[in-house]
């Protein structure tokens, strides 16, 4: 058999890039992929053969949301190896980048990176039909498109409109962590959150107590990037709180 360009020939992992896309793309313009009907319809043993074999009655309970080339979902793995989490990307390519990169740590690391899986999916419109009410644990929103202009604030993946989706998936007590090197999307963000009613900042002591919020700067692309040109970040971190 030919060796596959497209991956490294020393640790089979896939060559970034060889799955080189635009950065963002648009939310709200119409692409082809398969949706599930509900969340009942959501394959998992295409996703998580291993741990559905072990449990059939797992369900995902992280959603990194934008997902990139799947940095944080690699972190996260060996963190919470018991965990179901998936990665929701918009872009084929880089979703595909990420497919190759799991299956190759799967190989490359017998028995690890079993419970991390990828989706093209768009989460602005389709999030309910992957996640029951009250599913999920934690969602991360980590370097989203800023959508500068005022027009295409509707396109930001933090509003108030979404938060009412975003609280429904996730159960009381569940976190979202959202950070961004603009400043004004990351005021943006956090008054979105302040303003909800479902929602709560984390104190500091929980946010420094919180092994995961470390990952958030340093686990994606994006954030190295930032972090090799000393840039500034803006980060918010809330609880999903029950209402009255």
């Known amino acids: 058999m030919g060796e596959n360009p497209t991956h490294n020939k020393k640790t089979g992992l896939?060559?970034?890039?060889?799955?080189?896309?635009?950065?963002?793309?648009?939310?709200?313009?119409?692409?082809?992929?398969?949706?599930?009907?509900?969340?009942?319809?959501?394959?998992?043993?295409?996703?998580?053969?291993?741990?559905?074999?072990?449990?059939?009655?797992?369900?995902?309970?992280?959603?990194?949301?934008?997902?990139?080339?799947?940095?944080?979902?690699?972190?996260?793995?060996?963190?919470?190896?018991?965990?179901?989490?998936?990665?929701?990307?918009?872009?084929?390519?880089?979703?595909?980048?990420?497919?190759?990169?799991i299956l190759g740590l799967r190989t490359t690391n017998p028995g690890q990176y079993q419970n991390i899986s990828v989706v093209r999916t768009n989460s602005m419109k389709y999030i309910p039909n992957y996640f029951r009410k009250g599913q999920l644990q934690k969602m991360f929103f980590l370097?989203?498109?800023?959508?500068?202009?005022?027009?295409?604030?509707?396109?930001?993946?933090?509003?108030?409109?979404?938060?009412?989706?975003?609280?429904?998936?996730?159960?009381?007590?569940?976190?979202?962590?959202?950070?961004?090197?603009v400043e004004e999307l990351g005021e943006w963000m956090k008054s979105c959150l302040e303003e909800h009613p479902m929602f709560e900042a984390l104190t500091t002591e929980e946010l420094e107590a919180d092994q995961v919020v470390k990952l958030l700067s340093c686990a994606t692309e994006e954030g190295q990037k930032v972090a090799r040109n000393d840039g500034q970040t803006f980060r918010a971190v809330y609880r999903r709180i029950a209402t009255c």
């Open 14 to 101: 896939p060559r970034k890039r060889f799955y080189r896309a635009r950065a963002h793309s648009n939310p709200l313009s119409d692409s082809h992929f398969p949706i599930p009907i509900s969340p009942a319809e959501v394959d998992y043993s295409l996703h998580y053969p291993e741990m559905v074999k072990a449990d059939g009655s797992k369900k995902i309970q992280f959603a990194d949301v934008g997902c990139g080339f799947g940095g944080l979902l690699i972190s996260l793995a060996s963190l919470f190896p018991d965990t179901l989490m998936v990665g929701m990307e918009l872009r084929d390519k880089v979703t595909e980048y990420v497919k190759e990169r």
């Open 143 to 181: 370097f989203p498109d800023p959508h500068f202009k005022e027009k295409n604030h509707r396109r930001r993946v933090i509003s108030p409109f979404l938060l009412d989706e975003y609280a429904y998936v996730l159960a009381v007590g569940g976190i979202i962590y959202t950070i961004t090197d």
